[in-house]
């Protein structure tokens, strides 16, 4: 009689690390783009935090009680957000540039019209949102000193 249980060995499975990222690689070539999807509700206007607007994708929910304007947080804030997102990536510090830009996407779950205005150096053209309606918009960086954002409604 053995010390160890030999009969029932777990089962492992190992997965090839180039093989997932070169999966990962040409999911991002093909122009698949998957967000991190954030939950706003609230029944009044809220200001969006960086790591929301950096995650990709907002759904918008509440009972809103007539249109209402949500905020964006200020140019700084989403810009230091994104720095240190490549730097968890990269293993380094990164800084973003003039011309980087990203994807948003905002789903209008509520029952009334969303608009928008910016945050501290944030320039606005993604407008409104009307209810159970989704917008696609690209954030830029236009300027680093002042830190400035344009906000593009595709």
């Known amino acids: 009689m053995s010390f160890y249980n030999t009969n029932t060995l777990p089962n492992f499975t190992v ?19 998957q967000p991190i999807t954030s939950t706003v509700n609230s029944n009044s206007p809220v200001t969006y935090t960086a790591e929301q607007i950096c995650n990709g994708a907002i759904i918008r929910t509440g009972t809103l009680g007539g249109s209402i304007t949500d ?9 230091s957000e994104v720095e240190s997102r490549l730097k968890s990536i990269k293993g380094y510090t990164s800084s973003i540039r003039v011309g980087d830009n990203f994807p948003l996407v905002i789903i209008n ?30 954030i830029i960086v236009t300027s680093l000193d002042p830190p400035t954002l344009y906000v593009d409604g595709l």
């Open 15 to 33: 997965k090839d690390p180039i093989l997932s990222l070169t999966k990962n690689l040409l999911a991002l070539k093909s122009g698949i783009v």
């Open 71 to 79: 905020t964006w947080p200020t140019a700084q804030e989403i810009i």
């Open 109 to 138: 779950n509520t029952n009334d019209e969303i608009n928008f205005t910016g945050g501290v150096g944030v320039e606005n053209n993604f407008n409104s949102i009307i209810d159970g309606d989704a917008r696609l918009g690209q």
